[in-house]
């Protein structure tokens, strides 16, 4: 069972967009990513572990995370059979007065968020995103806004009902310590000149060890997470400021700006300069 239309994460949506699929454990997303639109996911059924920036959780039956545009994600399942739903979004898919009305208003859209759905209530739950699925297949004139009108039924839903933890419950959290020091490492220094030996330091590990398991964790390696920060960093200042393209590379972390603008084309498809034009 799935309905995962192809959208392109470097792009934006055209409105509001239901997914599911049903995952057995062992299935990884080809590749982590980020995207510039808002994501919620929700599982239905089982379990999944979601690396989110520099954090793992580790989500059950009930539990949904929110994931606002531009934040790096992956998503491993480690046992038996997961069923998950998401409804993806824009900002201006959301009416402003149903935002005003979730748990610290506006604010609640700012950052990425777990909350968890009282079991009474779970019924309820996977029936709306059943209509929601129900729509996106449907597909005609009318599916674009019914599909918006569920959104705010949903978030509505959830803030009416569900848990909202002030910091993450403990429980969700997943054990593996070591890879989340790395990540939160890297995430803290990506813009200084640090080398894979300071980033297995900070986890304990050797090197070559630390990539192994940093990669069977995440889906990619150290090297590539630090390069992805990197690169986000470069695309808010050239968005934001008027600084010298070099001079930005230097700021993110990179050494080489010739290597720094070769991988900002591989990873948003044109040029720093040409990507400063078109914004």
């Given at each position: 069972m799935e309905n995962r239309p192809a959208y392109d994460p470097r792009e934006p949506i055209r409105g509001v967009k239901a997914q599911t699929a049903v995952r057995d454990a062992g299935f990884a997303m080809p590749r982590p990513h980020c995207h510039p639109y808002f994501e919620l996911f929700y599982v239905e059924s089982g379990a999944c572990r979601f690396f989110l920036e520099s954090q793992m959780y580790d989500l059950h039956a009930g539990d949904f995370l929110l994931i606002p545009p531009e934040v790096f994600h992956s998503t491993r399942y480690l046992s038996g059979r997961c069923k998950r739903n998401n409804v993806l979004f824009a900002r201006d898919d959301l009416d402003r007065a149903v935002a005003a009305l979730l748990p610290r208003g506006e604010d609640f859209l700012s950052a990425p968020r777990v909350f968890q759905t009282p079991e009474a209530l779970r019924e309820t739950m996977d029936a709306q995103f059943s209509r929601m699925l129900h729509e996106e297949r449907l597909g005609d004139e009318r599916s674009g806004p019914m599909l918006r009108a569920m959104l705010q039924e949903l978030l509505l839903l959830c803030a009416r009902a569900c848990r909202f933890p002030d910091s993450i419950p403990a429980d969700i959290?997943?054990?593996?310590?070591?890879?989340?020091?790395?990540?939160?490492?890297?995430?803290?220094?990506?813009?200084?000149?640090?080398?894979?030996?300071?980033?297995?330091?900070?986890?304990?590990?050797s090197p070559n060890y630390l990539s192994k398991k940093f990669r069977a964790s995440v889906g990619i390696g150290p090297h590539e997470y630090l390069s992805f920060l990197r690169l986000r960093c470069a695309a808010l200042l050239l968005a934001t400021t008027d600084e010298a393209i070099t001079q930005i590379a230097f700021r993110c972390g990179f050494s080489d700006s010739s290597y720094f603008k070769d991988a900002f084309k591989k990873r948003y498809g044109v040029t720093p300069r040409a990507y400063r034009k078109r914004l």
């Open positions: 959290h997943t054990t593996d310590r070591q890879i989340v020091q790395a990540a939160r490492f890297i995430h803290d220094h990506y813009a200084e000149r640090i080398t894979a030996r300071d980033i297995a330091a900070a986890a304990g590990y």
